[in-house]
């Protein structure tokens, strides 16, 4: 098991209850590839973005760290790709 970072930019116009289940969703993929999340928590609920992401001027930042296998990682980031909720997505290793 290695430790990763996973930080999230999220889409802004999302109401408060499907934000929750993202946040679940987000996670429960880090579990269902053997891994384990030890912190995960919304980084910035409304940040102005450098340029439009998908249209967007805004985006909630939701960081988590994880432990998981290197190998699971593809599997975790194309899973995360095709939510339509999550803009951006950069993964990375911690030493």
Sequence with gaps: MKKYEAMFILRPDLPEDEKNALFSQI???????NGSVTQAAVWEE???L??????????VYYLM????APSEIVKIRH???LNEGILRVLVSAIN
């Design 27 to 33: 996670k429960e993929e880090v579990t269902k590839n």
């Design 46 to 48: 409304r940040r102005k």
């Design 50 to 59: 450098y340029f439009p992401i998908k249209k967007f001027q805004e985006g």
């Design 65 to 68: 760290n994880f432990d998981i």
């Design 79 to 81: 899973a995360y790709k």
